[in-house]
């Protein structure tokens, strides 16, 4: 009997260990994925492997860089820069919440993240993705056609959206600068279409518009108290 309890002891723990050791191991997910062309900003995400990799795949002829930032917009790393698109990955370390600066120009791009995550760390990321995230609604539009246009707008808090989209084809640029000066966003686009990019903090802003050869239509989209 006392042979036999022992050995059941033995199981368990054999068991628990191979739990752990299945908790610790890790492989490579995809967590996140965006599609454009042009040059864009993404949404923030979470970074929780201390390992990650951005994987991009660009196709045109122009210019292609990739820049990742951290929330307060400092610049981390450069994963590509290059003037004749080639596809590739950039392997990157730390954690935190990162977004990405996407720069094409007369080139489309496919780009995604992947992180080396234990089981633990997947079921974390899990959980921070499923918190309630802030509703954005429409704070300010505006359309028109051809010419250069200025016009002022002002963000209360947090993040904000800009879509773009091009009705006719022709060249569309959006050039979006905060109170001091500074580029907060550059857009593109040279092909009918809609495209989409964040900037990542608020205040006052001036957002130049120069089109030819197509309709436009622009919105801004801001966190709803």
């Known amino acids: 009997m006392r042979q036999h309890f022992q050995k059941l002891v033995v199981l368990a723990a054999a068991m628990v260990a191979s739990g752990s050791a299945l908790a610790q191991e890790a492989q490579w997910l995809e967590t996140q994925s965006w599609s454009g062309a042009g ?29 990742v930032y951290d929330r307060d917009s400092r610049l ?67 359309t028109g056609e051809d010419a250069t246009e200025e016009y002022e707008f002002e963000v209360p808090q947090g993040s ?23 580029v907060a966003l550059a857009a593109n686009a040279t092909a009918a279409g809609q495209g989409t990019s ?8 001036v957002m130049e518009v120069k089109a030819a050869g197509t309709k436009w239509e622009i919105h801004v989209l801001t966190q709803e108290k």
């Open 160 to 182: 904000w959206q800009l879509v773009h989209r091009n009705d006719g084809g022709g060249y569309l640029q959006v050039v979006v600068r905060d109170d001091q000066g500074y």
């Open 39 to 67: 040059t864009a900003q993404t949404e923030m995400f979470w970074v929780v492997g201390s390992q990650w990799r951005v994987i991009y795949r660009p196709s045109g002829k122009g210019i292609f860089t990739v820049a």
């Open 198 to 205: 964040w900037v990542h903090k608020p205040g006052k802003f």
């Open 76 to 142: 981390l790393s450069i994963p590509t820069d290059q003037s004749e698109p080639i596809s590739g990955s950039k392997s990157l370390r730390g954690t935190g919440e990162r977004y990405l600066a996407i720069t094409g120009i007369d080139s489309s791009w496919q780009v995604r993240v992947e992180q080396y995550l234990t089981k633990i760390e997947e079921w974390h990321l899990t959980q921070i993705m499923r918190q309630p995230k802030p509703s954005y609604g429409r704070m300010g539009t505006w």
